[in-house]
């Protein structure tokens, strides 16, 4: 069996169809399973035509906010959201400047034959740094707990935006950000935690050298300028790297501030 999985922070599902993104995508790359993250809709609010696929969705209880989704070709086994209530139990989830985190549609799980798959959008940190606390303090433990939980199980193919780039490499300008959103040493910790426990970053196991990005802000050109950062990424269990053949980055397609990425895995 040959996956094929895609992740893709669209910065709106509705934005990225009405600039007639979305498909085409789909069309020339043909996933087995799509991982959407920043929905910013819940089902049925975007117009969607993809019969091969089935859709799950965890949309944030805001309107127009967060959210993530799975297109998947390949049936799952269950799927849910969130967390599971032995994590929740575990933290004070209150947050009284932004609200609960797990209100906004965050983490959607499908379990397959051979794996779990975890797609997230991880909180950002703010500019102004006002939900670093929450990040390093409650959403990044929580969560690693969460896939140590479900790897007692089956191993874990985690992916998507975690608003964090891990080493000088992953961004274009290191130095002028050691101390913004995104590349603080907090943010950066919460990387080095999971690869800690054994998840392997897939494109850097497989490109150790390449300096590529994922997301690109839109003022001052950065995208042509290429002045990037990259911060979605495809981890998956130490017990899975024999079966990762390949994981790449997809620059060329446009509609979002950031471009999809992709891991192949087969077994």
């Not at 794996?115 to 929450?134: A, C, E, I, Q």
């Not at 050298?209 to 997301?215: H, Q, S």
Request: net charge negative; hydrophobic share 35%; glycine share 6%.
């Amino acid at each position: 069996m040959r996956y094929s999985i895609f992740s893709w922070n669209v910065n709106g599902l509705r934005s990225v169809i009405r600039k007639n993104a979305l498909k085409p995508f789909i069309s020339a790359e043909q996933p087995d399973i799509l991982c959407i993250q920043e929905t910013k809709a819940k089902e049925g609010q975007a117009e969607i035509d993809l019969p091969k696929y089935e859709e799950l969705w965890n949309s944030a209880h805001r309107p127009g906010y967060s959210g993530t989704a799975i297109f998947t070709k390949v049936k799952p086994i269950a799927a849910w959201s969130g967390f599971t209530d032995d994590v929740n139990i575990r933290h004070a989830w209150a947050d009284d400047t932004y609200g609960d985190p797990l209100s906004e549609g965050r983490i959607i799980t499908a379990e397959y034959e051979h794996f779990y798959l975890v797609n997230v959008y991880t909180p950002n940190s703010k500019r102004d740094l006002s939900r670093l606390g929450l990040r390093e303090k409650l959403w990044d433990p929580a969560f690693l707990e969460y896939l140590q939980e479900l790897e007692k199980t089956k191993p874990v193919v985690v992916c998507g935006d975690f608003n964090a780039a891990h080493t000088e490499i992953d961004l274009a300008r290191p130095k002028e950000n050691e101390l913004n959103a995104g590349y603080t040493k907090e943010e950066r910790q919460g990387i080095n935690n999971l690869i800690a426990a054994d998840f392997i970053d897939t494109f850097r196991f497989k490109h150790p050298d390449e300096k590529r990005y994922t997301w690109w802000t839109w003022r001052a050109g950065a995208r042509i300028r290429n002045i990037g950062w990259r911060i979605d990424y495809f981890f998956i269990s130490k017990s899975l790297k024999e079966n990762l053949k390949s994981a790449d980055i997809y620059e060329n397609y446009d509609g979002s501030d950031h471009c999809p990425i992709s891991i192949t895995l087969e077994f």
